[in-house]
T-cell receptor, first 113, second 116 residues
Framework: DAKTTQPPSMDCAEGRAANLPCNHSTISGNEYVYWYRQIHSQGPQYIIHGLKNNETNEMASLIITEDRKSSTLILPHATLRDTAVYYCIVRASRMDSSYKLIFGSGTRLLVRP | DAGVTQSPTHLIKTRGQQVTLRCSPKSGHDTVSWYQQALGQGPQFIFQYYEEEERQRGNFPDRFSGHQFPNYSSELNVNALLLGDSALYLC???????????????FGPGTRLTVL
């Protein structure tokens, strides 16, 4: 079972920031938080991942709370092309011999014109 | 730099037949994972191949088997197809060697399998 809880759907206006929350209250110390998104009928696209610190790349920012029990993915200026299902995944370190990604239901983000 | 590629794009089979799906990993990657995504659901992990061996397997029957070749490409085979095997089959590649404690998986576009 997925170790994360996400709202089933959200929407935001084009040009505004989209803040997607994820709850992972049972996360352990060596587990990473990964975010992927999937645009209709395409393969999932990697966005960003983090362990403890906040992370930023060209696509998004990842804010992880100090207790690591929740995180927020931020798309700073959402466009219509950001409409997709966003998956938050908690993933064990491969040192624990766990290599799979466990997808939940994700959040369906609709960006409105 | 080519990303993960999969073939074919679409496939239609009938119940009881066998199917082979193919995946070429992203340049520099040596590990291939396969996922099944039924309509309206998130992807489900089938198995992962590293150094030409199955390293981890999800909760799928033995009808699902795979292979990894010396050039790191991979095949997914499904025997005795059932209607319920209709799904999008996704391949993901990653770099399985090294000192980092995590490796990011990059997905291909998928193969849409329809079983009639």
């Amino acid at each position: 079972d997925a170790k994360t809880t996400q709202p089933p759907s959200m929407d935001c206006a084009e040009g505004r920031a989209a803040n997607l929350p994820c709850n992972h209250s049972t996360i352990s110390g060596n587990e990473y938080v990964y975010w992927y998104r999937q645009i209709h009928s395409q393969g999932p696209q990697y966005i960003i991942h983090g362990l403890k610190n906040n992370e930023t790349n060209e696509m998004a920012s990842l804010i992880i709370t100090e207790d690591r029990k929740s995180s927020t993915l931020i798309l700073p200026h959402a466009t219509l092309r950001d409409t997709a299902v966003y998956y938050c995944i908690v993933r064990a370190s491969r040192m624990d011999s766990s290599y799979k990604l466990i997808f939940g239901s994700g959040t369906r983000l609709l960006v409105r014109p | 730099d080519a990303g993960v590629t999969q073939s074919p794009t679409h496939l239609i089979k009938t119940r009881g037949q066998q199917v082979t799906l193919r995946c070429s990993p992203k340049s520099g990657h040596d590990t291939v994972s396969w996922y099944q995504q039924a309509l309206g659901q998130g992807p489900q992990f089938i198995f992962q191949y590293y150094e030409e061996e199955e390293r981890q397997r999800g909760n799928f029957p033995d009808r699902f088997s795979g292979h990894q070749f010396p050039n790191y490409s991979s095949e997914l085979n499904v025997n005795a197809l059932l209607l319920g095997d209709s799904a999008l089959y996704l391949c993901a590649s990653s770099y399985g060697t090294g000192t980092l404690s995590t490796d990011t998986q990059y997905f291909g576009p998928g193969t849409r399998l329809t079983v009639l």
